[in-house]
Nanobody
Framework: VQLVESGGGLVQAGGSLRLSCAAS????????MGWFRQAPGKEREFVAR????????YYTDSVKGRFTISRDNAKNTVDLQMNSLKPEDTAIYYC?????????????????????WGQGTQVTVSS
């Protein structure tokens, strides 16, 4: 599975961006999808995830109420709508796809639960 992110850029605090991830090379609807981010000098962290049919979503606490993850299985895309952006949201944002099933649902919010990754797109929020 190949993943390509787009939509990053520079935005002022309080602004919005919509990231998109296009998948190819596999049956998209068979994969859980997630967004992670990595700020300079920090480890890559979980942001949001969505189930195979889009019925279940989960967010890290710091983005709840501001970010929305969605997917379109007909178009093989997963989006991340980011509103009320803050300088601390500045990071490289990565799209990820996971196929395996795990018994512990918390595991789906970890990097190890995703087999495929995009190259990332830079999001910079100025104060």
């Amino acid at each position: 599975v190949q993943l390509v992110e787009s939509g990053g850029g520079l935005v002022q605090a309080g602004g919005s961006l919509r990231l998109s991830c296009a998948a190819s090379g596999g049956t998209f609807s068979l994969y859980r999808m997630g967004w992670f981010r990595q700020a300079p000098g920090k480890e890559r962290e979980f942001v949001a995830r969505i189930s195979r049919n889009g019925g279940i979503t989960y967010y890290t606490d710091s983005v709840k109420g501001r970010f929305t993850i969605s997917r379109d299985n007909a178009k093989n895309t997963v989006d991340l709508q980011m509103n009320s952006l803050k300088p601390e949201d500045t990071a490289i944002y990565y799209c990820a796809a996971g196929y395996k099933v795990y018994s512990a649902t918390y595991y789906y919010s970890t990097r190890n639960a995703y087999e495929y990754w995009g190259q990332g797109t830079q999001v910079t929020v100025s104060s």
